[in-house]
T-cell receptor, first 111, second 111 residues
Framework: KAGVTQTPRYLIKTRGQQVTLSCSPI?????VSWYQQTPGQGLQFLFE???????NKGNFPGRFSGRQFSNSRSEMNVSTLELGDSALYLC??????????FGQGTRLTVV | GDSVTQMEGPVTLSEEAFLTINCTYT??????LFWYVQYPGEGLQLLLK?????DKGSNKGFEATYRKETTSFHLEKGSVQVSDSAVYFC??????????FGAGTRLTVKP
């Protein structure tokens, strides 16, 4: 059974640009959550999508958005990038409510 | 809101030493509790979980018991190996799949 796949693995963007990250969950999993990991703030919950609907949202500005498609694949978008957005972005999939299976992450560097 | 607090380390042990990483939680109810492990350059892997009080989660020689009296979920291993060197995260399941993580504890095991 394939795991959670995140693409791309690495990204370098310039301040002010926007970026889209992709996540393919484990087959059959309908929930996809996104987390930001930084040395200073640790792991912080961004949002969760379940059956194409945002079910939960963390405390991040509106520049961070996401969506989920009918095949459960999810994308996360960050607009008007800031230097502080540099982080490892992790996607996790779950069947419904419960243990999360994480992808390897996308390392975003904003310069 | 619900949260977890774990000893931050770093922790350095010799091979075959006993490991304890403390984790305590604050919650209005009895959330499911988890330990995740992160190896360098990787995402998080589920190590073990417990879904109710007095449950013991175990995997690969690691154990943790959900203790509601002390609101704790300490991770233990009787004999660590060099390959156990990683960062360990305690987490609780807050709302649907919003998972709240501790700050992480870096473990280094020396031969």
């Amino acid at each position: 059974k394939a795991g959670v796949t995140q693409t791309p693995r690495y990204l370098i963007k310039t301040r002010g640009q926007q970026v889209t990250l992709s996540c393919s969950p484990i087959s059959g999993h309908r929930s996809v959550s996104w987390y930001q990991q930084t040395p200073g703030q640790g792991l912080q919950f961004l949002f969760e999508y379940f059956s194409e609907t945002q079910r939960n949202k963390g405390n991040f500005p509106g520049r961070f958005s996401g969506r989920q498609f009918s095949n459960s694949r999810s994308e996360m978008n960050v607009s008007t990038l800031e230097l502080g957005d540099s982080a490892l972005y992790l996607c996790a999939s779950s069947l419904n409510r419960g243990e999360a299976f994480f992808g390897q992450g996308t390392r975003l560097t904003v310069v | 809101g619900d949260s977890v607090t774990q000893m931050e380390g770093p922790v350095t042990l010799s091979e075959e030493a006993f490991l304890t990483i403390n984790c305590t939680y604050t919650a209005t109810g009895y959330p499911s509790l988890f330990w995740y492990v992160q190896y360098p350059g990787e995402g998080l892997q589920l190590l073990l979980k417990a879904t109710k009080a007095d449950d013991k989660g175990s995997n690969k020689g690691f154990e943790a018991t959900y203790r509601k009296e002390t609101t704790s979920f300490h991770l233990e291993k009787g004999s660590v190996q060099v390959s156990d060197s990683a960062v360990y995260f305690c987490a609780l399941l807050y709302n649907n799949n919003d998972m709240r993580f501790g700050a992480g504890t870096r473990l280094t095991v020396k031969p």
